[in-house]
């Protein structure tokens, strides 16, 4: 397991920040080691290391148009996450379409409680140059065993490009981290309800089937998910479990682009918390 770096180790540099027609100073959070995860390679996606994001150019702005930087997103959230109380405890970055979208993972704790039972907290963090969306946050969970990733769209950031980006992400970064802490302790607990709840192989079908109804599947990937459910690759998943059939399909998420993957989970989640619920 990697060992968290400490809020209180923070670094006091400051890192600048030139964007188009701004001028920012930002703290440096310690930086996280790097991890790699095989659904950022996907959809001519390439995992870099840091200081290669880092040095990709930021097109110029226009009149209704101010890109937001990959590197100021990082440095912002990494800085507040540190703030608020959090462990950095890994990261993994992508881009893909000629650097123009970036998709990266932190994976993180908090207050010094390390991950357990089997899966961690991450945050997602997604920009594009290319003004196909927005810069964005996302809280997900990752499972050790089998590096699977779900995220949840309890706290999203999405700002377009406009004159005051750099400004209001900031204030919006803020107010979303706020609130990270409680909606990572939110997922822990569904992860307990799935791992409590029972499944027969006639439900586990039905919900393989009403995953295709709420699009957190294609019905091509039904095989995959199955086969996973029938002969689990991980004695961690052998259990009977909604949490084990949670994992089939997440596993079929590593084949697609992480964009996607954020649609799908969110979909995931709300077919499984509806199941637990008719359950209990």
Known sequence: MLAPLSASTKSNMIHVIDEPGTWDVLPVAPVPPATNNRMLLHCGGQVIERDSLF????????????????????????????????????????????????????????????????????VGLRNSHDKTFPAGLVAGTKVFICDNLAFSGLIQIRRKHTRFAVRDLRQLTARAIGQLGTHLVQL?????????????????????????????????QIPEVLAHWRKPEHEE????????????????FKEINPHTAIARGEALHGLFDGAVALAS
């Open 55 to 122: 040095g990709i150019q930021t097109p110029p702005a226009t009149d209704t148009w101010f890109p937001l930087s990959h590197r100021h997103l990082v440095v912002e959230v990494e800085s507040q996450l540190v703030d608020a109380g959090f462990n950095l405890l890994g990261q993994t970055h992508a881009i893909s379409h000629d650097g123009n979208r970036y998709f990266g993972i932190l994976e993180v704790s908090q207050f010094g409680n390390m991950p357990q039972n089997g899966h961690g907290w991450v």
């Open 188 to 220: 822990d607990k569904r992860i307990e309800a799935y791992q409590h709840m029972r499944l027969t192989d006639g439900r586990a079908h039905d919900l393989v089937i009403k995953a295709t109804d709420c699009r957190a599947i294609t019905t091509s």
């Open 237 to 252: 998943f052998r259990p009977r479990t909604a949490w084990s059939l949670f994992n089939d399909f997440t596993e079929a």
